[in-house]
């Protein structure tokens, strides 16, 4: 049975799982929850994530939501490609920085996320100038961190391509839209230019405008 992931494709947390199962290689159909329609906070929805949030992974009659939880979901069906080792110590490496993902990376990115590209998208009005501040004080804390493991590795956890990648490395789908405050962050820029570059990367852009005709 065909995996599905229920995705608003402009969002990068939906970017994130798209990106994880085209790259390694799992056939998804893609659900549009639309969001202009409030698709997500429909009875239906509510039912496989009672957050009346996406994404949502369904695979046959088992439920996932949570973005980084679903890439772990998806990194176990080809082991081969070692996203996610089975080592506990590489492994937890990886979940470590899947973890700060979910408490400090996303909810900073999501500050700009909201106040220069979603408040735009669905006619919400005007950028708050405090909450840009607020992001611009959490920024300044955790870009030094995610930075400074960018100048001396490759990718987040090492040298090689991982799921701490993929978690925190998706926000990069909006960086331009969000204006995430990144010009003095020379790690973070050359290793999303990277990313970028991953044909895994460019075939989900790709793909995300036709996921949206749904509508
Ligand atoms: N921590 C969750 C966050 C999911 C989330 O907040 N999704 C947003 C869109 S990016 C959403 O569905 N929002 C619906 C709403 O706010 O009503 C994850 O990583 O999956």
């Known amino acids: 049975m065909t ?41 239906e929805f509510a039912g496989r994530n009672p957050n009346m949030r996406m994404p949502v992974l369904e695979d046959g009659g088992y439920v996932l939501w949570e973005s980084n939880a679903i890439l772990q979901y998806l990194a176990a069906q080809k082991p081969a490609a070692e996203l996610l080792p089975e080592d506990i110590k590489a492994r937890l490496q990886i979940v470590k920085w899947q973890f700060w993902d979910s408490a400090h990376w996303d909810p900073a990115c999501a500050i700009f996320a909201f106040e220069n590209y979603v408040k735009q998208l669905f006619q919400r009005g005007e950028p708050d100038a405090r909450e840009i501040a ?47 405050p990144l010009e003095s962050y020379r790690g973070i820029q050359r290793w999303a230019a990277d990313l970028k570059s991953l044909p895994s990367w460019q075939k989900t852009a790709a793909e995300a405008p036709a996921i949206l005709q749904q509508r």
């Open 3 to 43: 995996i599905k992931l229920h995705v608003f494709p402009l969002s990068p947390r939906a970017f994130k799982v798209m990106w994880a199962a085209n790259h390694l290689g799992i056939v998804f159909e893609p659900v549009l929850v639309d969001f202009s329609k409030g698709a997500h906070r429909t009875p």
């Open 134 to 180: 607020r992001g611009e004080e959490m920024f300044a804390r955790l870009a030094p961190v995610l930075d400074g493991e960018l100048q001396r590795h490759r990718y987040v956890a090492g040298e090689s391509l991982t799921l701490a990648d993929f978690s925190l490395g998706a926000m990069n789908f909006i960086a331009e839209q969000a204006k995430f």
